[in-house]
C-alpha cells in the first residue's frame, strides 16, 4: 500500500525572489561524486545545477582512469560552474529587483517563480 500525501507535511513554495545570491569565489571542482553504471559505454562527467559533479564509470572503466578523464574535462567543468553561479546570480538579482519595485502580486510571484529551464544538466563525454 503507498504512503498518503499529507499536503501539511509538503515543502512549502519556495519563493526565489526571497534567497539572497551569496557572492562566491572562483574555486576548484569538488571532489566528483563517482558512479559506477553497468550499461554506460564512456566515461561521462555532468555538471549539476548546484556545482556538483557526477562522473559516470562504465562496467571496463576504472576509478584511474575516471580520474584522468575528469582531469581533462577541468576547464570544461569550471567553465560550467561558473556560467551556472552567473544564471543564478541573474535569476537573483532580477527576482529582487521586481520584488522591490512592487512589480509583481502574490499571483504573478507564484506564476513566475520557477526558473527558465536550461536544458538540463551539462555532460561531457568521451
Excluded at 11 to 34: G, H, K, L, Q, S
Excluded at 36 to 62: F, L, M, N, Q
Excluded at 91 to 107: K, N, Q
Amino acid at each position: 500500500m503507498l504512503p498518503s500525501h499529507n499536503s501539511a507535511a509538503a515543502e512549502p513554495f519556495e519563493n526565489p525572489c526571497t534567497r539572497t545570491a551569496e557572492p562566491r569565489e572562483p574555486r576548484e571542482p569538488r571532489e566528483p561524486f563517482f558512479v559506477r553504471h553497468p550499461k554506460a559505454k564512456r566515461y561521462i562527467v555532468r555538471v549539476a545545477e548546484d556545482g556538483s559533479v557526477r562522473v559516470t564509470i562504465p562496467r571496463w572503466g576504472s576509478k584511474r582512469e575516471a580520474k584522468a578523464f575528469v582531469e581533462s574535462q577541468r576547464q570544461r567543468i569550471l567553465n560550467e560552474q561558473e556560467r551556472l553561479e552567473r544564471q543564478r546570480a541573474s535569476v537573483a538579482s532580477a527576482c529582487s529587483a521586481r520584488c522591490a519595485s512592487g512589480l509583481e502580486d502574490e499571483g504573478t510571484r507564484r506564476a513566475s517563480a520557477a526558473p527558465p529551464p536550461t536544458g538540463g544538466p551539462a555532460r561531457f563525454a568521451a
